[in-house]
């Protein structure tokens, strides 16, 4: 469990990029290239490192007219997986 | 890599779409000298390199193609001293660069440089635990102390860090050291690689194949590690496939995901493609990347699975395994495009695993790879 106030980050050496080739975004790790759906690209793309859970999951219910309990967890799956995965740190 | 893998049984031959790695072996030149290096027996010499106009060109054109990851390899990358320049052209072109390196060659100042021009991650590599083990493979005295060092000034640089480790019968039994180093010197990754007989390997088969007990308790420790170590370090495992009854697959098919530019230039699908005699490789000095990719013969040779000989044709594991190693095929079935004889269906799976028994019960004088003068 990731709690709501806490500030996902992605560490260094991760980032994400869009596939101009591809035609999607990807996210660029140490010796992974993992190819990002619209959900995961716009989940990256407020984590900043400055927002928490709590406001990452404000936004994308906002700007996709979404019910926030409903995205959450989906979001916090996400976020654990790239964790679990050293790509991504919380504090 | 996380390639998507294209079901090919619902398709009647394999699509491939473009690369989505490219290693580009900048150089042989190397100051170690591992017994069982992937390079080529015939190592190109330094005046044979291509210079740097034509790798950053290269670079490009990989980019362009849709290659998104650039690992610079060799030999050791920081013994060519445009390692700076590499590494700003990958950035340039938004390559996502990742240095594979001995760490010789490498100082605190050189790496703060690098990764000033954008270099995004560092691959060290680990021969041993301790300096008399380590510096006995590598063949370089003060090696692993110095690899220590980077691998630190590494850390404390907040740059990524993958140890990979090359394991065979002399060193397997410490894993578990190891994957301590790795937590202590606070890498995120550790890739635990079993050796694979292709190059300089093939000759040191007796001195470095691991038993089957030995292969059996890497395995083991590997997920046992992963489990406890789960969110602190990531493990990747490259199991003994002489001792299993399928082989692995083939870099998610033979020209499918990724290519290999050689430092002289050369085009091909894989780091052990050389060992091939009849391949002919295009190279970069004559031929756009992009072409290469598409219409060389090398790449098109074992592309799909038109080319598959019985038993792979028509079993269904094929488009997991892609019928195992080509390299593997023509080393021991002396064709390549052969079921890999670590294949239980294969004609030579027994003898493969007899030679294999006799290879890890006997020992041998490691023969170390050297420059030609
Ligand atoms: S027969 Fe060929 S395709 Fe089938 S498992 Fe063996 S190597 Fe793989
Ligand atoms: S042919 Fe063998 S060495 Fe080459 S990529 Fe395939 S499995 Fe690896």
Redesign the interface.
Known sequence: MIPENDIPRL?????T?Y?K??GNW?L????????LDDIGAAILAETDGVRSLGGILDVLAEKYNAPRDQISGDVVKFLESL????MLEVS | ????TPDARAMPTITY??P??MLAEVTHRCPLSCPYCSNPIELTKRDGELPTEVWVDVFRQAA???V??MHLSGGEPASRRDLEDLVTACREY?L?S?LITSGIGLTEKRLAGLQERGL??V?LSLQGVDAEMADLIGGYKGGYSRKMDVGKWTTAL???L?LNAVVHEKNIDRLPEMIDLAVTIGA??L?VATVQFHGWADKNRAALMPTREQAKLCGQRVAEARERL?????I?YVPADHHADYPKPCMGGWGSTGLNVVPDGRVMPCHAAHTIPHLVFDNVKERPLAEIWEHSSAFNAYRGFDWMQEPCRSCDRKTRDFGGCRCQAMAMAGDAAATDPVCIKSPLHAKMQAMAQADAQSDGELTYRVMPK
């Open positions: 560490l260094s050496g991760c980032r990029k596939d080739v591809r990807v660029l790790a140490p010796e992974r290239a993992i190819k964790r679990d995965r050293r | 890599m996380d390639a998507p779409g473009p989505i790695a362009e193609l849709g998104l990851q938004d996502y990742n995004d991650h691959q907040d740059l990524p993958t995120r990754r890739e789960k969110g602190t370090l990531v990747d």
